[in-house]
């Protein structure tokens, strides 16, 4: 068995889209984080104002009424949209109460994302005095107001007690693939269809054995479109799985640290694991185990005609 310092780690890491459970932020802490991003915009605002009152005094009234009204805009739409997306989806406000908007999926947020979000902010509170984000936020189950709906976001906690995380998996690169997966192409594997392999291989052992063989086949089809060359033949679905996202991370971690070690400096969420924090790791075939009282499988995938193997 390789050592696990052999092993890739595949952790929830927001700017990968990784993200194995979104835990939705509560509406209390949602309150709170948008009570004091209120606050600020408001003392900005009056700070603002104020500023535009004093430089254009004697100025022509639709010169300053016109710069009054674009400063008011910059302060409600522009800035909480460029924080936002500077910030990788957390205001002042989330950042004290521990929350982030991220995508639906998991990804990170863009300026557009951000943009939307901020422009609808003016129909979700100062306009309807929030009677729209409040209704919107409780009739949804994962606590979108019609920013969020419109702009595909979710805000999630941050902060999740230890005994809460979700359990981070390891896994080793499956036996007999390793030449092949170097020399693949992951340029158009896109970030979504990557998590939704993570969830198939972090809960297979959850999943009823026709579920996780049709979802198994179907995640290993969508792969084979986008990475190239295809896979030996004969090979298990879900080692297949394990090999490219496997051989993904190792190649993002290489970049991380090569980036590093020249002196680049990157975002926190897109570092790789210290080796003083080691997450908790399971075993590195715990992935492709068949659930419990199916029959059991072959160490090595088995071979068939196809591309891919039968999952059981």
């Given at each position: ?51 535009t009152g ?53 990804g990170p ?128 679905p879900e ?74």
């Amino acid at each position: 068995m390789q050592q696990q310092s052999d092993w890739t780690t595949l952790v929830p890491v927001t700017g990968e889209a990784v993200a194995l459970d979104l835990r939705v932020a509560q509406f209390p802490s949602r309150t709170l984080g948008l009570m004091l991003d209120l606050l600020i915009q408001l003392i900005l605002l009056f700070v603002v104002i104020w500023l535009t009152g004093e430089i254009l005094q004697g100025a022509d009234d639709a010169l300053g009424a016109g710069i009054s009204l674009v400063s008011i805009v910059l302060v409600l739409v522009g800035w909480p949209a460029l924080l936002e997306t500077l910030t990788r989806g957390r205001s002042l406000g989330k950042i004290a109460t521990g929350q982030r908007v991220v995508r639906s999926d998991g990804g990170p947020v863009r300026f557009r994302h951000s943009f939307v979000r901020a422009l609808f902010m003016l129909v979700d509170f100062w306009i309807t005095f929030g009677a729209a984000g409040l209704i919107t936020s409780l009739a949804s189950k994962q606590g979108q107001r019609i920013g969020d709906h419109f702009a595909g976001t979710v805000v999630i906690r941050e902060r999740v007690p230890a005994a809460a995380r979700p359990l981070q998996l390891a896994y080793v690169m499956p036996a007999g693939l390793e030449q092949w997966a170097s020399s693949l192409d992951l340029a158009r594997l896109p970030d979504v269809a990557a998590l939704q392999a993570r969830q198939l291989l972090a809960r297979s052992a959850t999943l009823a054995p026709e579920v996780r063989a049709a979802m198994g086949q179907q995640l290993a089809a969508e792969f084979a479109s986008y990475v190239s060359p295809p896979p030996p033949p004969g090979t298990h679905p879900e080692a297949f799985l394990a090999a490219v996202l496997t051989e993904r991370m190792r190649r993002s971690s290489a970049a991380t640290y090569r980036a590093r070690s020249e002196g680049v400096r990157l975002p926190a969420s897109s570092a790789p694991p210290s080796a003083g924090a080691a997450p908790a790791v399971t075993s590195p075939t715990a992935a492709l185990a068949p659930p419990p009282g199916s029959p059991a499988r072959p160490s090595t995938p088995p071979v068939g005609d196809g591309p891919f193997a039968p999952p059981f």
